[in-house]
């Protein structure tokens, strides 16, 4: 039983109960209209002179009868008329009831279909959010590949800048090389004196220089080494420094002839049996 159907039966049992009250105070009312009359016989018989007085009496007792039945016919087509209300109230709860049953299930099967979509969306979201993870983590394999070429490519540009210096350097030192071998024979031819009868000069500096190793590179197919002792040292172009590696137990391993010099370092070439064995940190002499 709903809500509505409630108050209406409240409401037909408090109609009912004023209609009992209605016809109990009547029914009252007749009895005591009746105990009048009786009062009325026996008051004619007691007394006629009071008889006016009891037709007075009666004609106001029938006068608040009628009203009482008016009262009561109008509480009547109150009680109709409400009753009335409530019906029609009911009915339109009845059509409201079946119209939020209707909404209801509409929604029901939006929400459904709103389920069916989220789930699709869901799906559609994880395989996105794995597409995304993917691609990040090909964006850092990139990036790092990126990074690493970059060095790499730094340093090649480092190498291939050094080893441009370098040949630049020795394609001047040979210049300044020939040149100087152009003018010794032109000496010599002056001089009278044959190149291959040239007398053996010591070329073993009368100074005592210590240095080290501090690179070596083959440009033009020549071994070249760079020292880290220079013309403050006292080391002068054309100078024959010895190559020694004292853990080896035969440490002599060639000649370093400086081509070019600098403060604190010079650029040589390498001449000896054992120059591939010549590395960064073997030492240079200028005398053993």
Do not use: C
Request: hydrophobic share 40%; glycine share 6%.
């Amino acid at each position: 039983m709903s809500a509505l159907t409630k108050v209406f039966v409240l409401l037909l049992v408090v109609l009912s109960l004023i209609l009992t009250a209605g016809t109990v105070v009547y029914v009252n009312r007749a009895e005591s209209f009746a105990k009048a009359l009786n009062d009325e016989k026996n008051a004619r018989q007691a007394a006629v002179a009071e008889a006016g007085s009891a037709r007075e009496d009666q004609a106001m007792l029938r006068e608040q009868l009628n009203t009482m039945g008016a009262q009561l016919q109008n509480q009547r087509n109150v009680g109709d008329q409400t009753i009335n209300q409530l019906r029609g109230a009911i009915a339109e709860r009845d059509a409201n009831i079946a119209q939020l049953n209707s909404n209801l299930l509409q929604a029901t099967a939006g929400q459904k279909s709103s389920s069916d979509a989220l789930v699709v969306a869901q799906k559609v979201l994880g395989t996105q959010n794995d597409q995304l993870t993917e691609m990040r983590k090909e964006n850092l394999d990139l990036a790092k590949r990126n990074s690493d070429d970059s060095l790499a490519l730094s340093d090649l540009t480092n190498k291939y800048e050094t080893v441009r210096t370098q040949w630049r350097d020795a394609n001047e030192q040979n210049t300044q090389l020939q040149n100087d071998n152009k003018t010794l024979r032109e000496t010599l031819h002056k001089a009278g004196i044959a190149e291959n009868s040239a007398p053996t000069i010591n070329t073993e500096p009368l100074i005592n220089v210590h240095g080290m190793v501090r690179s070596k590179q083959s440009i033009g197919g020549v071994a070249m080494a760079t020292i880290d002792v220079g013309s403050a040292d006292q080391i002068t172009k054309g100078m024959q420094l010895k190559l020694i590696d004292p853990n080896s137990q035969d440490p002599f391993l060639g000649y370093l002839i400086v081509d070019r010099v600098e403060p604190n370092q010079a650029i040589g070439h390498l001449s000896g049996p054992r120059v591939n064995e010549v590395r960064p940190g073997v030492e240079v002499r200028t005398q053993l």
